[in-house]
Nanobody, 124 residues
Framework: QVQLVESGGGLVQPGGSLRLSCAASGFTLDNYDIGWFRQAPGKEREGVSCIKTSDGMTYYSDSVKGRFTTTRDNAKDTVYLQMNSLKPEDTAVYYC?????????????????WGQGTQVTVSS
């Protein structure tokens, strides 16, 4: 069965950090571009970050640039989203997604597989 699984979400105070993990079963991540999206209550899902398989380039939305970092550990076949200096507006369900034909990293079309999401809540 092909699936993506996110982990690492939780409740954190403003200014804190969390690291999300994205692992796959049924396929290997190193052949895919891996994106991170998030959806806050009442809002549309938005692209947060992406790491390309071809050259390892990373992309970030303006709202998280400088605070979030996406890395890939091919030995563990896992992609991480390190989130620092978290703000209440970062509260959302975070999804990882994998694709081989993405047109634009922050556009959902083109991603083939999606995880079930993990909740991140930033609150004091």
């Amino acid at each position: 069965q092909v699936q993506l699984v996110e982990s690492g979400g939780g409740l954190v105070q403003p200014g804190g950090s969390l690291r999300l993990s994205c692992a796959a079963s049924g396929f290997t991540l190193d052949n895919y571009d891996i994106g991170w999206f998030r959806q806050a209550p009442g809002k549309e899902r938005e692209g947060v970050s992406c790491i390309k398989t071809s050259d390892g380039m990373t992309y970030y939305s303006d709202s998280v640039k400088g605070r979030f970092t996406t890395t890939r550990d091919n030995a563990k076949d896992t992609v991480y989203l390190q989130m620092n200096s978290l703000k209440p507006e970062d509260t959302a369900v975070y999804y990882c997604t994998a694709g081989t034909r993405i047109a634009s990293w922050d556009y959902e079309l083109g991603y083939d597989y999606w995880g079930q999401g993990t909740q991140v809540t930033v609150s004091s």
